[in-house]
């Protein structure tokens, strides 16, 4: 008779990888549809569990000592969630058990199943998932000691290697620059000038990259209220271009209108005016918005879409070449854990036969007061081994063809749990029992 199975961690999801953007999009899960859909684990037996959904996945986590029954269980409560069929969730999407699906959470919290590998923001969204779950009660020990350990990994991915050094994109690359410029962007303030795609796309990353203020200009009242209202940002009427470059530590310029409106002149003006703080001025716009001799300004940082685009062609090439000793460190971390984890499961039973060898001492010591140490050794050893040599002799006298596999796989078993050089002395006739 078996005991129960060890906790398994087990994933059902469905990522840029394997499912369309619609199927994707329908299982999109919010902060309400997360609550449901951690309910409903729980309702399926499933007490430790968390929901990753972002974008580009959306994933069910969970330990689980069943993993048949649960994945078939969660598989159903995705579907749900999306308003489609369990068959859908299994023809676009995966289940992963054990160490498969451990490897999954290592390399999702290492960006290294993103679609930009490298970018940090999933990892981020991993720990708002824990943060969430937790919450709610959803993370036991198993779960817990899982993305402590994914965590660990990440941390190593990118201390160790470039994965995370260089910018991937040209919106990257403005936020870099930001940063090395700048530092903190919760002390900065940016402005956009105009909406094109590529400055409001900009102007976004900067925002979720913790920007404190943003400020929209446009030449269009209205549609410059439309862009301020997308990105959470103030509005100011065009006229405004000169004290609006004064408050701006960034400048993002969109406008795209075939004249330079930002002038040598307009930026040296605005520095004097920041008593010389120092402005990124990036110019998304083709043709341009910015005068290039602006770089030349002391204080001012002028780059165009080109600048840009070689700093991310550069990044590509320096995420790639790190990109498999990044797995290499991540299937080092998961392999670690996974022993880790045999062992933690392991213990109890340690614990328990020590404590039984040591019930067994004192019922020799105390059926043989006054003994000299070597009977009572004797003894010990004899009565150790008496359950177990017992347990050999039927199984060799009743052994089958696959019995007899059995035996030797145990002996060899048995050698290596007790460094013998063989376990023949385990199957000896137990001399106690022979006197008596």
């Not at 299982?27 to 499933?46: N, V, Y």
């Not at 080092?332 to 213990?347: H, K, S, T």
Request: proline share 4%; charged share 20%; aromatic share 2%.
């Amino acid at each position: 008779m078996t005991g129960p199975s060890p906790p398994t961690y087990l994933i059902i999801g469905v990522s840029h990888r394997t499912g369309t953007a619609a199927l994707r999009e329908r299982l999109f899960a919010d902060e309400a549809g997360r609550t449901e859909l951690l309910a409903a684990l729980r309702g399926a037996g499933l007490g430790q569990a968390l929901v990753l959904s972002t974008c580009d996945r959306t994933e069910l986590h969970a330990i689980t000592d069943d993993p048949p029954p649960a994945a078939a269980a969660m598989r159903q409560i995705l579907a749900r969630q999306g308003s489609v069929t369990p068959a859908d969730i299994a023809a676009q999407g995966y289940e992963l058990i054990g160490d498969a699906a451990l490897r999954q959470l290592f390399a999702v919290a290492s960006s290294l199943d993103s679609v930009v590998v490298g970018e940090p923001q999933v990892l981020g969204q991993v720990k708002d998932s824990h943060r969430f779950a937790s919450a709610v009660g959803m993370i036991g020990p198993q779960l817990e000691a899982a993305l402590r350990a994914a965590y660990g990994a990440a941390k190593r991915v990118r201390s160790e290697t470039a994965v995370g050094e260089r910018p991937v994109s040209i919106a990257a690359a403005a936020i870099q620059m930001a940063r090395g410029v700048h530092g903190d962007l919760a002390r900065c303030a940016a402005l956009l000038l105009g909406g094109g795609e590529m400055g409001e796309l900009m102007a976004a990353q900067l925002r979720q990259a913790g920007l404190a203020h943003l400020t929209v200009l446009h030449k269009s009242a209205a549609r410059g209220a439309l862009i301020a209202h997308r990105l959470g940002a103030h509005v100011r009427p065009l006229d405004e271009l000169a004290a609006a470059l004064a408050d701006a530590d960034i400048l993002i310029a969109a406008l795209g209108d075939e004249r330079e409106i930002v002038t040598v002149a307009a930026i040296r003006q605005a520095l004097r005016a920041r008593r010389q703080r120092p402005m990124i001025c990036i110019d998304s716009a083709v043709p341009g918005d910015i005068e290039p001799a602006v770089h030349d300004l002391d204080g001012a940082f002028r780059f165009d879409l080109g600048d840009l685009e070689r700093l991310a062609v550069e990044g590509q090439s320096a995420r790639a070449a790190a990109i498999d000793p990044a797995w290499a460190i991540l299937d080092a971390e998961v392999a670690a854990f996974a022993a880790g984890a045999a062992l933690r499961q392991a213990a109890p039973a340690v614990v328990a036969l020590r404590r039984h060898f040591e019930a067994v001492r004192d019922r020799v010591l105390a059926e043989n007061p006054g003994a000299d140490a070597a009977t009572v050794a004797r003894l010990l050893v004899n009565r150790l081994l008496h359950a177990p040599s017992a347990a050999l002799r039927d199984l060799a006298a009743n052994a089958t063809v696959d019995d007899g596999a059995e035996l030797v796989a145990i002996e060899r078993l048995l050698a290596r749990l007790f460094g013998a050089a063989g376990a023949e002395g385990a199957a000896a006739d137990d001399g106690e029992t022979r006197g008596r």
